[in-house]
C-alpha cells in the first residue's frame, strides 16, 4: 500500500471520527438546551377553590410536549397532623393507627377523568393539577394520590384512594414535576384553607 493510499485512509477515518464527535456534541447540546427550555418554561400557577377541591394550573410554556408528567408532593407537617378518614366510606393510604408517616414525595393526581395520575402536556397547554380538598364545615384537609379522592367512586366501579386526611391549617410543601423529557422540577407552596383572602394555594419564592 502507497503512502498516499495510508495518508488516504487515514484521513478518511479522521473525517468519520470527527464527524460522529461533532454529531454527538451537536445532540448532546441540543439536548441540553431543551431540558433547561423545559425547566425554565413549566410554571406552577395556583387556582382559587372551586367547589371543595383546591387545584394548580401546570403550564408547558415551551414549545415540544412533556411526555408522561407526574407530579409529587412532601408536606412539612408532624405525624399527630394525620387523621383517621372521617368516616367509613372514605379511605387513605396514611391513616392511623398502623399506618402514620410523613407525605414525602408522595404522588398527586390530575384533575381528569378519572384521576390520572400521568399524563402528557403539550407545549402551550395548562393541565389541571388536584392538590387538596377543604370542606367548610370540617376539621381536616383530604390530600389525593394517584388512585384519586378517598371520598371518590368511579363509573368502573373502583373507589378512590386518598393519600393523607390533615388536621386543618396552614402547611407548606413542595410539589415536584416530572417527565420523560424533562428534569424535575420543584415549587415550593403553602396550603393555607383558612386564607381570608381565598388563596387556599400559594406560591411561595
Keep these: 500500500m502507497t ?27 441540543s439536548t441540553k438546551f431543551r431540558t433547561e427550555m423545559y425547566d425554565i418554561k413549566l410554571q406552577l400557577e ?49 391513616k392511623p393507627p398502623d399506618h402514620v408517616k410523613l407525605v414525602e414525595e408522595d404522588r398527586l393526581c390530575w384533575s381528569l377523568d378519572g384521576n390520572p395520575h400521568e399524563i402528557d402536556i403539550y407545549g402551550g397547554e395548562r393541565q389541571s393539577l388536584d392538590v387538596f380538598e377543604v370542606v367548610d364545615s370540617q376539621y381536616w384537609i383530604q390530600i389525593p394520590s394517584e ?22 391549617k396552614r402547611y407548606e410543601a413542595e410539589i415536584k414535576i416530572v417527565s420523560k423529557d424533562t428534569k424535575a422540577k420543584k415549587f415550593k407552596v403553602a396550603i393555607d384553607p383558612d386564607d381570608k383572602s381565598g388563596a387556599l394555594l400559594q406560591l411561595l419564592d
Design 147 to 168: 388512585r384519586g379522592w378517598g371520598s371518590e367512586k368511579y363509573e368502573d366501579g373502583r373507589r378512590g384512594k386518598a393519600r393523607v386526611f390533615l388536621n386543618r
Design 3 to 29: 503512502s498516499e493510499v495510508q495518508a488516504a485512509l487515514i484521513g478518511a477515518a479522521s473525517g468519520a471520527a470527527f464527524g460522529a464527535l461533532a454529531s454527538l456534541l451537536v445532540n448532546s447540546l
Design 46 to 94: 395556583p387556582q382559587a377553590k372551586a367547589g371543595t377541591r383546591v387545584t394548580a394550573r401546570i403550564f408547558n410554556g415551551y414549545d415540544y410536549p412533556m411526555n408522561h408528567a407526574v407530579a409529587y408532593i412532601t408536606i412539612y407537617h408532624e405525624k399527630t397532623d394525620v387523621v383517621p378518614p372521617p368516616n367509613n366510606s372514605y379511605d387513605a393510604f396514611i
